[in-house]
C-alpha cells in the first residue's frame, strides 16, 4: 500500500533534488576522473544524519544506514560519471566542461539516490537491517566501475541490490520492469588484416588488404544470419573500418574494430570461433595475414523474478496498474551486473521522456535531456521499495 507519509516526505524535496541534478549536468566528469562530482556527493551526505559514509574507490562513495531493527541489507546503485560529447542545449546549467555532458541520465541518477538518502536517513527508527548507497564511477568505460567497488567489498553481506536507468524513450509516469535478462554483454572485436600495397593501377603487384576487409565485413554477418539460431538474441556490429592513405595508393593493411552483444555467454566460444574460421579463410585465401581479437565485456544484466515482482508491486501501489510497462530486454549494457553477481536485484527502467519538454531524445545524443518530473518518481520508487523489501 502506498505510504502517503514517503510519499509527502518525497514532494518536500523535490526543489533540493532538481538543484542536485542541475550542478551535476553543470559541471560532468569523464569516466574515473569524477573527482568533484565524487566529492560533492560526499559533502551533500555529510549534511544528513545517520550516515556511515565512506570512500570505496578514489571516485566513488558509499554510505551505510543501519537501521534501528535486525534485518537484511539492501543495497542501492546510481552511477556519476559523464560521457564525451558536446553538449548542445541551451540551459543555464548545461556543461561548462567542453567535449563533456550527462548525456545518459547519470546526473539524474546521482540526485535521485542522494533524495533517497536524505529520506530515509531521517526514518531510522523505522527501518529493518542496513540500506547501502552506492554512487558508482565509470559505468561508460570499460571495464567500469562497479566491478571495482565490489573488490572493495561493497557488496559484502548484502541480500539484494536494485538500481534504475532514467529512459527517454519511455513516458515520464511509466515505470519498465523485466523479469529475467534486461541487458545485454558488451563484448568487442578488433582485426587487423595486412597485405601488400601498391600503385592503383597495378593492382595485381598488391594485395589489396580494403577488398579483403570488405569481404570479411560481408561474412561476420553471416554468423548472426546463418550460423545462431534465431531465437538466440545476438548482435554483431562492425562499427570502424579504416585503411588506406590516397587515392592512387592500394593500401597494405585495413582495421577493422566492432562489437557482439549477447545474453547467453555460453554463446561466445562459438561466436570466437566462427569469427576466426571466417577471416582466417578469407585472408589465406587472398595471401594476406590477420590478427583478431576478441575481449569480453561485462556480464549481462539478468533480474531476478522475485525482486522483480516486487519492483512491480511498488508501481502498482504508487500510480496504479497504468504506470507499470513490461519491458523487453534491450542490448545496450551496463556493469550493474558486477552487483548482481553478488546477490539478486533488479534493475528498473524510470521514463523520463516529454516530447513536449524536449526529452525525447535517444541517449548519448548531444540534445539529451531528462523530464525533471521524473526524478521524483525514482525517488519515491527507491523509497517505498526499500521497506517492500527489507520487510
Not at 546521482?110 to 536524505?118: D, F, H, Q, R, S
Not at 570502424?240 to 555467454?265: C, D, P, Q, W, Y
Not at 585472408?283 to 549481462?300: D, K, N, Q, R
Not at 531528462?370 to 523489501?389: Q, R, Y
Amino acid at each position: 500500500m502506498k505510504n502517503t507519509a514517503f510519499s509527502n516526505l518525497v514532494e518536500a524535496i523535490e526543489d533540493e533534488v532538481i538543484d542536485w541534478r542541475r550542478y551535476l549536468h553543470k559541471y560532468p566528469e569523464l569516466s574515473f576522473k569524477e573527482e568533484k562530482t565524487s566529492q560533492f556527493i560526499y559533502d551533500t551526505l555529510q549534511s544528513f544524519d545517520n550516515l556511515e559514509i565512506s570512500r570505496p574507490t578514489k571516485t566513488s562513495v558509499m554510505a551505510r544506514l543501519i537501521g534501528a531493527h535486525p534485518g537484511k541489507v539492501l543495497a542501492i546503485r546510481a552511477d556519476i560519471d559523464a560521457l564525451p560529447i558536446q553538449e548542445e542545449n541551451s540551459f543555464s546549467f548545461s556543461s561548462k566542461t567542453p567535449g563533456v555532458m550527462h548525456a545518459c541520465g547519470h546526473d539524474g541518477h546521482t540526485a535521485i539516490l542522494l533524495g533517497t538518502a536524505k529520506i530515509l536517513s531521517t526514518l531510522q527508527d523505522k527501518i529493518k537491517g542496513e540500506v547501502r548507497f552506492l554512487f558508482q564511477h565509470a559505468e561508460e568505460l570499460a571495464p567500469g566501475g562497479a566491478e571495482e567497488m565490489v573488490r572493495a567489498g561493497v557488496m559484502n553481506e548484502v541480500d539484494v541490490v536494485i538500481g534504475t536507468h532514467l529512459w527517454s524513450s519511455l513516458e515520464t509516469g511509466e515505470i519498465g520492469v523485466a523479469h529475467g535478462p534486461v541487458m545485454a554483454s558488451p563484448d568487442t572485436f578488433s582485426i587487423t588484416i595486412t597485405g601488400h600495397g601498391g600503385h592503383a593501377g597495378l593492382p595485381h603487384q598488391t594485395v589489396d588488404a580494403i577488398a579483403i576487409g570488405a569481404q570479411v565485413v560481408t561474412n561476420l554477418q553471416h554468423i548472426v544470419s546463418r550460423n545462431v539460431d534465431p531465437l538466440d538474441s545476438l548482435v554483431l556490429s562492425i562499427t570502424k573500418l579504416a585503411g588506406g592513405s590516397a587515392m592512387n595508393i592500394i593500401s597494405g593493411s585495413v582495421e577493422i574494430a566492432g562489437t557482439v552483444r549477447l545474453f547467453s555467454t555460453e554463446l561466445r566460444p562459438t561466436i570466437c570461433g566462427l569469427m576466426e574460421r571466417i577471416v582466417k579463410g578469407i585472408t589465406e585465401a587472398h595471401g594476406a595475414s590477420y590478427i583478431l581479437e576478441y575481449h569480453e565485456g561485462v556480464h549481462p544484466v539478468v533480474n531476478d523474478k522475485k525482486v522483480a515482482c516486487v519492483i512491480e508491486e511498488t508501481v502498482c501501489e504508487l500510480w496504479g496498474d497504468e504506470a507499470l510497462t513490461l519491458m523487453k530486454p534491450n542490448m545496450g549494457s551496463e556493469d550493474f551486473s558486477a552487483f548482481l553477481k553478488k546477490a539478486p536485484g533488479t534493475y528498473f527502467f524510470t521514463g523520463a521522456g516529454n516530447k513536449e519538454k524536449g526529452t525525447d531524445y535517444p541517449h548519448h545524443h548531444p540534445r539529451f535531456d531528462i523530464d525533471e518530473s521524473a526524478l521524483l518518481n525514482g525517488v519515491n520508487m527507491f523509497v517505498h521499495a526499500t521497506f517492500k523489501l527489507l520487510d
